[in-house]
């Protein structure tokens, strides 16, 4: 077969980017190349994600754009990969555009799928036949210690996966559904990966989980928790970032995870704590196994033991029954939570979990769009309080690359485009400097602040790390 080229679009969480560079390699690796644009591609694959519906019906409408494609292309082959491949199966197969269907667990079969729908011109099938397969086929961990994991996007950095899979099952969450149950993965072919990482380069690590703070692993007689992976890859040279997300609250070995980040200068003091909600009615219904106070006491213990930990949140606003009290507690928790920043969804009913059987989506879109815009509000105030403390201070940055809108600022008197970076502590920072610094540690004194951003002026340019 003579080269074909592919193009890989992902939707979704980090677990869907770690996916997406685990299939790009393998790809590479039977003789692929890989192009930014569609039209030039042979083979397109989309990464997908079921959380929530506006990000299934961004897939669709891109597979709407891929089918006037293939009118005019119809050797194309076309595949959906992830959790709407799961969820959906066979289904996604039968509008015509679809060659290719892969569940999440299924991706180490990937390549010879790909190989057979070009060869065979035969639409390809392969998703868990039970959900506890779908995290516990033990291909996947051939597959996740063979290839790259390394962000492609983002020099010097990588995601790697601490476990696949949840079993908390949360009324309003699709994911234990189409991910499967909790799987943590031995410890010794999580450093394995990390210190190939760092070989290649790679200095920020982020070890994944949907639960990543139930991370378990029995070895022997002894039984590693996410703190004693944490002091495992710690001891790794070349890696000078750690970050771990995302974390379910819960007081099990809460205080050992934070004790371990203030232990080791290589852990980000960053902490991603999904609360959902502030309400404690709502918070059982969505069968979240804590109370809004015992949230906060866990906010309070990192904070205790973390003094400059940044917090992050997430909330579901609109659920079933939500009362107008019950946001107000939500609004509360977030004023009393402070966070750096949190993220703020609207609810929408996701087929086969316990909400969408059980409970009406009786919240109109009206009133959920109303109540994410007063908690965004809300938080914006904070964040803008919080990131001022930086004025004038100097931090510092791992440098990701070009920002989004990168532009020549002549006031920095070299012409030097305008580069993002974050801190330790996820705050994003932009500045102007050298493409070239894409993947190092800078110094950056910070000249003026917004709610999420942080602007400067480069301070050094020169490593701060040598690894």
């Excluded at 779908?134 to 790259?148: C, T, W």
Aim: glycine share 6%; hydrophobic share 35%; aromatic share 8%.
């Amino acid at each position: 077969m003579t080269q074909k080229t592919a193009h890989i679009k992902s939707f979704g969480c980090q677990m869907n980017k770690l996916d997406t560079a685990l299939v790009t390699a393998a790809l590479k690796d039977v003789g692929f190349a890989l192009t930014d644009k569609v039209t030039e591609a042979d083979v397109v694959l989309i990464n997908t994600c079921s959380v929530r519906e506006h990000a299934e019906q961004r897939v669709f409408s891109h597979i709407g754009h891929l089918k006037h494609i293939k009118e005019t292309k119809p050797a194309l082959i076309v595949g959906v990969i992830g959790c709407m491949a799961q969820r959906l199966g066979s289904d996604l197969l039968q509008n015509g555009t679809v060659d290719i269907v892969c569940g999440p667990g299924q991706i180490p079969r990937l390549t010879e799928l790909v190989k057979q729908a070009i060869v065979k011109n035969e639409k390809q099938l392969s998703v868990a036949e039970s959900i506890r397969k779908v995290s516990d086929n033990p291909e996947l961990e051939d597959f996740e210690s063979v290839y790259d994991s390394a962000d492609k996007d983002i020099p010097g950095q990588a995601y790697v996966r601490a476990m696949r899979g949840c079993d908390n099952f949360c009324a309003y969450c699709i994911v234990p559904y189409v991910r499967g149950p909790e799987v943590s993965r031995p410890v010794n072919k999580i450093t394995e990966q990390v210190k190939r990482l760092a070989n290649e380069g790679v200095q920020l690590v982020t070890l994944l989980g949907q639960t990543v703070n139930k991370y378990k692993y029995s070895a022997g007689e002894k039984t590693y928790t996410l703190a004693d992976l944490l002091y495992e890859v710690g001891k790794i040279d070349g890696i000078e970032w750690l970050r771990f997300v995302t974390s379910y609250p819960q007081k099990e070995g809460f205080t050992e995870l934070m004790q371990a980040m203030a232990d080791l200068p290589k852990v980000c003091n960053y902490l991603h704590m999904p609360a959902q909600s502030g309400s404690d009615t709502i918070l059982k219904a969505m069968n979240r196994h804590y109370t809004a106070q015992q949230y906060l006491e866990l906010i309070d213990t990192a904070r205790q033991i973390v003094p400059d930990i940044s917090i992050a949140g997430d909330f579901i606003v609109g659920f079933p029954n939500e009362t107008n009290d019950d946001f107000e507690q939500t609004v509360d928790l977030v004023k009393k939570a402070c966070y750096k920043n949190c993220f703020v969804f609207k609810y929408s009913p996701r087929p086969g979990t316990t909400a969408d059987k059980k409970l009406q989506d009786n919240i109109s879109l009206e009133v959920k769009k109303q109540r994410n815009y007063r908690l965004l509000e809300v938080q914006e105030v904070i964040s803008a309080e919080l990131s001022r403390r930086f004025k004038n201070r100097r931090v510092t940055v791992l440098v990701e690359g070009l920002s989004k809108k990168p532009h020549l600022n002549s006031a920095d008197g070299h012409g030097d485009p305008q580069l993002v970076g974050r801190t330790d502590d996820d705050w994003i920072v932009v500045f102007n400097g050298p493409v070239s610094l894409a993947g190092q540690f800078v110094k950056v004194e910070i000249t003026k602040t917004s709610p999420l951003t942080l602007f400067g002026t480069l301070v050094t340019q020169k490593p701060l790390y040598h690894c």
